[in-house]
C-alpha cells in the first residue's frame, strides 16, 4: 500500500516502517498515526514479517512530537478523544502487538515520538539522540501513555522529573534510566537493530507473542483511563491556549496557572 507520510519494506522477515516527514522533524499528525496503524497492522497479520523496525528519514528526528496546530483549538471532548484515539490506533496497538516491535532511535524522540519509543518492545539510539516530554510546558500533559510507561520503564522519580521540568534527556543519560537497551553511533543504528532483530527469529514466533502478552499483563490499565481524562481536562484551561499559542507563534509563554 502506498503511504503519504510513511514508508514501508520487507527484508528477510523483517518489516521496516520509516516515518517520512523530515522537514516537519517527522511529527505525528491524525493522518501519519492512521497511517502507522495500518501499516503496524499489516505487518502483525503478515506470517512473513516476524520482527517489526521503526525509525524515522533523516539523521535528526524519529519523531519530534505532535502535530500542535492540529489541537490547539481543540475543547475538553476533542482532547479526549485525541487521547483516547490515539491510544487505541497507535500507541495501545503497537505495544499489544504479537509482533515484537523495535524502536531505532535516530535523533529527537519528544512528545509523542517518545511515547511511540515507549510503546515499543525494544528501543535502541544513535548517540545524538534526546529523549523529552516537553507537554507541560505547553500546558498540557502527555496524552497518549507517556505518564504511565515512562514511569514503568525508569521509575516514577525520575519520570516525574523529566516530565514536570519538561526537560530532555541525552541517549547515553536515557539509557542509564533503563529506556535504551542499546546506543550506538548514528551510521550503526540500523545494522544494530537488525541484529537483535536476528536473534528474535531465532526463537519461537507463538512463544515471543505468549510473552509479550504475559509480561504486559503485569501492568494495570486504569492508570491510561486517568491520563486520558486529566488530559482532555488540560484543554479547559488558560494555560493550555497560552502554551500552544505561544508554540505557534515561537515566542516564551506566560502561564498564569488558569
Known amino acids: 500500500m502506498k503511504y503519504n507520510n510513511i514508508l514501508t519494506e520487507i527484508k528477510e522477515n523483517i518489516g521496516y516502517i520509516t516515518i517520512n516527514r523530515p522537514k516537519q522533524l517527522n511529527a505525528l499528525n491524525k493522518e501519519t498515526i492512521e497511517e502507522l496503524h495500518d501499516a503496524?497492522?499489516?505487518?502483525?497479520?503478515?506470517?512473513?514479517?516476524?520482527?517489526?523496525?521503526?525509525?524515522?528519514?533523516?539523521?535528526?528526528?524519529?519523531?519530534?512530537?505532535?502535530?500542535?496546530?492540529?489541537?490547539?483549538n481543540f475543547n475538553q471532548q476533542q482532547g479526549q478523544e485525541l487521547a483516547k484515539k490515539g491510544q487505541e490506533l497507535l500507541f495501545d496497538f503497537v505495544e499489544n502487538l504479537q509482533t515484537p516491535v523495535i524502536a531505532a532511535v535516530n535523533?529527537?524522540?519528544?512528545?509523542?515520538?517518545?511515547?511511540?519509543?515507549?510503546?515499543?518492545?525494544?528501543?535502541?539510539?544513535?548517540?545524538n539522540a534526546k529523549v523529552g516530554l516537553p507537554e507541560v510546558s505547553l500546558g498540557v500533559i502527555p496524552g497518549y501513555g507517556g505518564t504511565q510507561r515512562l514511569a514503568q520503564i525508569i521509575g516514577k522519580g525520575r519520570a516525574m522529573e523529566m516530565i514536570l521540568t519538561a526537560g530532555m534527556k541525552d541517549a547515553q543519560t536515557a539509557k542509564k534510566f533503563g529506556l535504551f537497551t542499546e546506543v550506538v553511533p548514528q551510521e550503526e543504528l540500523m545494522s544494530t537493530a537488525e541484529k537483535i532483530a536476528g536473534k528474535i527469529l531465532r526463537n519461537s514466533p507463538k512463544a515471543i507473542s505468549y510473552a509479550i502478552q504475559a509480561i504486559n499483563s503485569g501492568y494495570f490499565k486504569n492508570g491510561f483511563e486517568n491520563e486520558i481524562r486529566i488530559f482532555g481536562e488540560a484543554f479547559t484551561t488558560n494555560d493550555f491556549k497560552e502554551g500552544t499559542t505561544a508554540f505557534v507563534e515561537r515566542r516564551k509563554p506566560e502561564f498564569t496557572g488558569l
Open 40 to 72: 503496524f497492522d499489516v505487518f502483525n497479520s503478515d506470517k512473513n514479517v516476524r520482527v517489526i523496525i521503526i525509525t524515522g528519514a533523516g539523521d535528526k528526528a524519529f519523531v519530534a512530537g505532535a502535530d500542535i496546530k492540529e489541537f490547539m
Open 107 to 127: 535523533g529527537f524522540a519528544l512528545g509523542g515520538g517518545l511515547e511511540l519509543a515507549l510503546a515499543s518492545h525494544i528501543r535502541i539510539a544513535s548517540e
